[in-house]
């Protein structure tokens, strides 16, 4: 499966922004899909991820503020990203996986796409 993040760039703390995912595959449907992030120095970090049917998972420190969805006509996910603040700062990535998983480990992701870097400023 490739992947490719788009949708990233500069906003001022509290604005929005909303990441896309473009898919290779022909049914997105049957995989889960997540989004990590990574800042330089640190370990990558899990954000959100979303089932097969919908059921989401997130990061407890996006709850309430970031909403993730899939577009399986379109074979796209989605990051919605409200009340962003400086430590979102970072390096989003979009990620795949055929299990069904929807957890943070991202050694059970088997794709990744290039990430798309968000810049928040305060």
């Known amino acids: 499966v490739q992947l490719q993040a788009s949708g990233g760039g500069l906003v001022q703390a509290g604005g929005s922004l909303r990441l896309s995912c473009a898919t290779s595959?022909?049914?997105?449907?049957?995989?889960?899909l997540g989004w990590f992030r990574q800042t330089p120095g640190k370990q990558r970090e899990f954000v959100a991820a979303i089932t097969r049917g919908g059921n989401a998972n997130y990061a407890d420190s996006v709850k309430g503020r970031f909403a993730i969805s899939r577009d399986s006509a379109k074979n796209m996910v989605y990051l919605q990203m409200n009340t962003l603040r400086p430590e979102d700062t970072a390096v989003y990535h979009c990620a795949a996986n055929a299990r069904n998983y929807a957890g943070g480990g991202e050694r059970l992701y088997d794709d990744w796409g290039r990430g798309t870097l968000v810049t928040v400023s305060s």
């Open positions: 595959v022909r049914t997105i449907s049957n995989y889960a």
